[in-house]
């Protein structure tokens, strides 16, 4: 009796890493035929971009509020794309509006983002707080988080790294203090601090439900999914880690993003295998 229930229970498993297996090899298919497309997801971008520069090239006039519009749009084609051109259009907002502090925001992000830490921390302190609106000043908070989080990334191993993580973990609590339980800032923001509580299932039950209400296109499900993939990899679940890498490197391709860390992640892990 007792051989036959355990011949049932390794039949069972083997069934499931075979599943398991053929989601991953599916998976992999649909990313091999992305990457083959890459030339074509990014034609389209520069012809997006290519509209939005002959729209503002054949105005007869534009407004200082008209460009500001049109630099931001040219910006948010180009922040995950060409962080030098963004920096380019936010620079110019800023000119146009002098002390905008909208723009300064961008600006700080993408100066994180190219690994000027300092300089975007100082770009931050320049701004009064007090002068934000409730969105700005959530934007504020998850600017400063990112930077020290990118800053402590690069720090590995170094003795600078904590300070710069308590930085990143005080600025993730005003986060979390005012954004909406549930939104898409709440939950990459409590997930991480979740893993850090030694709670890894709670938040890969929240990561799981709520990467299901976003389009696999975009770079919010990007960025959810690549969570997923290192929570994943934190709880010791490999085959679940490397499909959530594949899933987030399949949408960084698909949004054009020059900076596609769930495919390095995977090609490391595949060549590992």
């Known amino acids: 009796m007792k051989d036959r229930y355990l011949l049932f229970v390794i039949s069972l498993l083997f069934c499931c890493l075979l599943q ?33 520069k002959e729209y503002f090239r054949t105005r007869k006039s534009t407004s200082p509020s008209e460009e500001y519009h049109i630099n931001q749009q040219l910006f948010d084609e180009y922040e995950a794309y060409i962080c030098d051109s963004a920096r380019y259009y936010i620079n110019r907002n800023i000119e146009i ?12 992000s993408i100066l994180g983002k190219t690994g000027l830490y300092a300089e975007g921390v100082a770009l931050l302190k320049s701004i009064d707080s007090k002068q934000l609106s ?45 954004v909406e339980e549930g939104s898409y800032q709440y939950v990459i923001a409590y997930t991480p601090e979740l893993l850090q509580q030694g709670r890894g299932e709670e938040a890969i039950e929240m990561l799981e439900a709520y990467h299901q209400k976003l389009s696999p296109d975009t770079r919010d499900y990007a960025v959810v999914t690549s969570i997923l993939a290192f929570i994943y990899q934190s709880t010791g679940h490999r085959e679940k880690q490397k499909e959530y890498l594949i899933k987030s490197a399949i949408a960084d391709i698909r949004g054009v993003v020059k900076e596609n860390n769930s495919l390095r992640a995977l090609a490391e892990l595949l060549y590992e295998e």
């Open 134 to 178: 409730r969105e700005q000043l959530i934007e504020y908070y998850i600017t400063f988080e990112d930077i020290y989080l990118y800053h402590a990334e690069y720090a590995m191993d170094d003795e600078y790294q904590i300070e710069y993580l308590n930085n990143l973990y005080t600025y993730r609590d005003s986060v979390l203090q005012m």
């Open 97 to 108: 509006a002098l002390q905008n502090n909208k723009a300064k925001l961008k600006k700080a």
């Open 20 to 52: 398991a297996q053929e989601k991953i090899d599916s998976l992999l298919v649909v990313l091999d035929r992305t990457i083959e497309n890459t030339a074509q997801y990014e034609q389209a971008r520069l012809k997006r971009i290519d509209q939005i």
